[in-house]
């Protein structure tokens, strides 16, 4: 995978790590996970989408920071699929790939609440990107190529569990990647007292088996952030990020 890419999938919940940085001075070292933080660490590790991951999964249980910075939530990277060199696959055939990456979920019971397709950006005579006619409404970067959102929760003895597949072909590279997220130990268990509806079988663009030629979308894109806000940093209530 090429780092283009890589950093492509790896951007949702960079906040974080960039409101740590502008601390005017070190932060405390954060606590150790608790227990509670590290079984749903290891929940999350044995979801089946996790154990379908091409190589090890990132797993980080949640850990508070201090009382007054606030906290991180559990949070599990896996890479679902990768091919990187040669001819590459085809958008349609990484578009299979995502697809089987979301039946996974959906056999272990998640709810799919969102799906977003993107082709290509458009480029101007000198090479400049356009902006799409429909902008990505959670912070995700946009792929230079085609690319991919679904997203997911499982609630599970009143503990609400949160899933973003992410994927993008851009020039011969392509990959599929998940996140899942827990509540921190600190949290309400149930970060989604009012669960978004699934999204419409017939609107669900990352399994119609057709790769379209516009950007598509379905459902609520709702995201489950990595982190509580830092001082400092924006707490006015969003109807579409917990």
């Known amino acids: 995978m090429t780092p283009t890419l890589r950093r492509l999938l790896s951007g949702v919940g960079a906040v974080a790590v960039l409101a740590l940085a502008g601390c005017a001075k070190a932060p405390p070292a954060p606590s150790a996970a608790s227990d509670v933080d590290r079984a749903r660490a290891a929940y999350l590790a044995d979801e089946p989408i996790v154990r379908a991951a091409v190589s090890a999964p990132q797993i980080t249980p949640g850990v508070v920071h201090a009382d007054e910075l606030g906290w991180d939530r559990t949070e599990v990277d896996a890479e679902i699929y990768e091919s990187a060199g040669g001819a590459g696959p085809t958008p349609e055939e990484v578009e299979q790939e995502v697809a089987a990456a979301v039946r996974i979920l959906r056999s272990a019971g998640w709810t799919i609440h969102w799906e977003m397709c993107l082709p290509p950006p458009s480029f101007d005579a000198t090479g400049v990107a356009q902006p799409d006619s429909v902008r990505i409404p959670i912070s995700v970067p946009r792929a230079d190529g085609h690319e991919w959102l679904v997203a997911a929760y ?30 921190n130990a600190r949290d309400e268990p149930n970060l989604l007292p009012s669960a978004p ?46």
């Open 197 to 242: 509806d699934p999204v419409p079988t017939d609107r669900a663009c990352a399994e119609d088996g057709t790769l379209g030629t516009e950007i598509e979308q379905a459902g609520t894109p709702l995201v489950v952030r990595d982190w509580l806000p830092f001082p400092g940093q924006d707490r006015t209530p969003s109807p579409n990020v917990r």
């Open 154 to 183: 499982k609630i599970t003895g009143g503990v609400s569990y949160w899933a973003l597949v992410m994927a993008a072909k851009v020039e011969e590279d392509a990959a599929v990647n998940v996140v899942l997220r827990a509540p």
